[in-house]
């Protein structure tokens, strides 16, 4: 099982949005799992569908498996996550544990990460075999990219563990009308250009309204649908060569 984590310490840049889509992408060919360890349980309300028994939280307590409910299986998210923070550091063991306990059940997992480095961070840290960075393109989000990225490092050094591919920081929500947006994306790109996905995801009512409804895109009507599908497609194909993910 190869392990996608869609991590940023600041919120609002549409990271559940690309967990949401990379789940129903890969579940298309593979058998999935997509873990919530966000407590506001928004990936979990999109892929209710999904649900299976066990909840998240659960993977931190004790190795613990989730049973397949079909292509896709969602662990999802409740309030009780909010606890693990508040426990010994050893539950980021656990949940390490725990996904190597399901190495056999599934070919991917996809884990939505909360909004700050915490216990949750650093488990999905542990156990990631590749890091997404959505960003926005603003001086906000862009401020937390050294803090995210010491973290990886320093999760694998702590843990005696080899680094997880950094797939790169992926500019979301990106308004190529905004002459301001522009202006910083070409900064970023002289900043950090080794750093940048090679793909962006545009601003778009679409993805809102995909994920409101509880389906990709890709599976709205329309030429506008069809385009937003063949860009977030276009970054899981890729994420999907960088993992050795096939079918």
């Known amino acids: 099982m190869k392990t996608l984590v869609v991590m940023n310490e600041k919120g609002g840049v549409g990271k559940t949005t690309i967990a949401v889509h990379a789940g129903w ?4 060919r593979l058998p999935t799992l997509v ?29 613990t498996r989730v049973p397949a409910t079909g292509r896709l299986t969602v662990a999802g998210s409740t309030r009780a996550l909010l606890g693990v923070e508040s426990v010994d550091r050893g539950c980021i063991e656990t949940f390490r544990d725990s996904l190597a306990a399901m190495a056999g059940d599934y070919a991917v997992c996809v884990i939505d990460t909360p909004p700050a480095l915490s216990n949750r961070s650093f488990g999905a840290l542990l156990a990631a075999d590749a890091v ?27 843990y005696r563990r080899p680094e997880p591919c950094f797939l790169g920081l992926l500019p979301s929500l990106f308004d190529r009308k905004s002459r301001r947006e ?33 389906r990709p895109v890709w599976a709205l009507a329309g030429s506008a649908a069809r385009e937003a599908g063949r860009e977030i497609r276009g970054v899981f194909d890729h994420i999907a060569a960088r993992m050795e993910l096939a079918a």
């Open 182 to 214: 522009r202006l910083l994306f070409e900064s970023l790109a002289a900043e950090a250009g080794k750093l940048l996905f090679p793909g962006i995801l545009a601003k778009r009512d679409l993805y809102a309204r995909a994920v409101s409804e509880g």
């Open 132 to 158: 997404l960075a959505p960003i926005g393109i603003n001086d906000y989000s862009i401020q937390g990219v050294a803090e995210l990225l010491r973290a990886i490092k320093g999760v694998a050094r702590h």
């Open 25 to 28: 992408y890969f579940a298309e």
């Open 35 to 63: 873990i919530d360890l966000d407590q506001q349980a928004n990936l979990s309300a999109t892929l209710a569908a999904h649900l299976a028994a066990v909840d998240s939280v659960a993977l931190f307590a004790e190795p």
